[in-house]
């Protein structure tokens, strides 16, 4: 397995794997694996089956792939737990079998997830004042996402990327009592918005607080498209979002886990 050290040699073994037939997760971009590049914590490994990408998350191994043989096993020691996800659209067969691929080499499918789409359009006021936390929040927004969100399964952002993300206005809080009660964390790219994470204190949802950290969201991004990646059974969510304009545009993924770890919450 190797360290990989520039970007240009990861584009090198990418090229050499990326052709017709072949089935990724993943579009290599400087933007996408230039801190694990800095950080030396992106790995890759070749096998028969293909490439593999693994950046170390700490408590996780993050897998990416570029797969174009499924008839032969997948040929890595894998550090434990690894976690990838597989996206696709109803036509997308070769990835739906890869999901299958990836369960017969010891993967475990832990959830489902389906993405929602809301064209460009208008925005709201806010009904609630939010705030745009500065770096030195760092701590207490890190410390309340991981109260959410898996470890494992909830793409949280190592705290070098959340400075990064607080820096840019990447995060919106609701904050009652000098406690975080809500928060949306998203991204930009271009002329589309993604939200990476919303969530409301426990306590308090289904208070109405979610309306309105989406209404600063949109407005955040100028109202251009956006997209939402939500869990396949939390209709709550998909609710929430479909009140703000949001649709299923047909995309799902399913998340796995190698191995399963004991008492794992999606």
Known sequence: METITAYEDLARLVTGHFHRGVRTNTMVSPEEYGPAIAAGTLRAQATPAGLLLLRDRGDHTRLTFYLGDLTVPLGAELPPP?????????RDTGLR???????????VPVLERLRLSRPAGETGEPALPLSTPAPEALSSVQAFLQSNFSPLTGCLPNREELDRDLRQG???TLEEGGAITGLLHFSL????GEIRHLAVRSDLRGTGRTRPLLDGYLRAIGGVKSVVWT?????????AYQRRGFVPDGRRSVVLCYPEKEGMKP
């Open 82 to 90: 690894t976690v990838t996800e597989v996206a696709f659209r109803p």
């Open 231 to 239: 869990r396949s059974d939390d209709l709550a969510a998909q609710t």
């Open 189 to 192: 790219v271009g002329n589309t």
């Open 97 to 107: 079998e890869t999901v299958s691929y990836l369960t017969a080499q010891g993967f």
């Open 170 to 172: 990447r995060v919106l």
